[in-house]
């Protein structure tokens, strides 16, 4: 709140004096300046949870141990093995009971949404022929602020800073692809670090 718009505001509550034209008018000013989007920190998930309507009593799939396959096999966002979110409670209501967002997806199943920076996804895979790969996620960003991931294998960074196009939607998609990834066969764990937040995951592909 800007200096001089308390003031106000007790004027209008009837426990302070009124205020000048002149000091009413500056603080007025000021404090519709300071309400401009521009001027305000966005943080998307206290915006998607007034806007989505959360199923309030998930469903669980039990889920795992999976391991996935690859090349070939579409890991779906939602199928991890492993996982860390910042914030607590699955705030789309679908399929998992733990602190990973998740929510139904345009492009039928589930998506893993509300992803903040900080959050991680860790899939169980086995290459059954090793070689050199191309990854593909399956993403859709409404802001090219923040829109970058990494991607780790048995903790090694494999590919940093990958940048997800902007879609326009939380449900308009895209497929990104890292490509030239060295892949030995046999038992991996691949990981995806989001170092952004502006953007949502529905699957994954190793080809």
């Known amino acids: 709140m800007v200096p001089g718009f308390q003031d106000i505001l007790d004027y209008w509550s009837g426990t302070g004096s009124q205020p000048s034209v002149a000091d009413a008018k500056t603080a007025l000013t000021a404090q519709v300046e300071a309400l401009k989007l521009d001027n305000c920190d966005y943080y998307y998930e206290v915006v998607q949870s007034v806007i989505m309507t959360p199923n309030p009593t998930p469903s669980p799939t039990p889920v795992g141990p999976i391991i996935f396959s690859v090349p070939g096999t579409r890991i779906e966002a939602e199928d991890y093995t492993g996982s860390y979110d910042i914030t607590s409670g699955n705030t789309g209501g679908c399929h998992r009971t733990d602190d990973v967002d998740i929510e139904v997806c345009s492009e039928r199943g589930y998506n893993v ?60 998609w895209t497929t990104i692809m890292v490509a030239n990834i060295i892949f030995s066969a046999g038992a991996h764990t691949l990981r995806i670090n989001f170092t952004g937040k502006n953007y949502n995951l529905n699957w994954i592909e190793i080809n």
């Open 113 to 172: 949404g509300w992803i903040d920076i900080g959050d991680w996804l860790s899939y169980d895979i086995n290459v059954t022929t090793g070689g050199t790969y191309n990854i593909y996620l399956r993403m859709a960003c409404t802001n090219l602020q923040y829109n970058s991931l990494d991607i780790q294998l048995d903790s090694t960074t494999i590919a940093s800073s990958v940048s997800v196009p902007l879609t326009g939607a939380w449900q308009n």
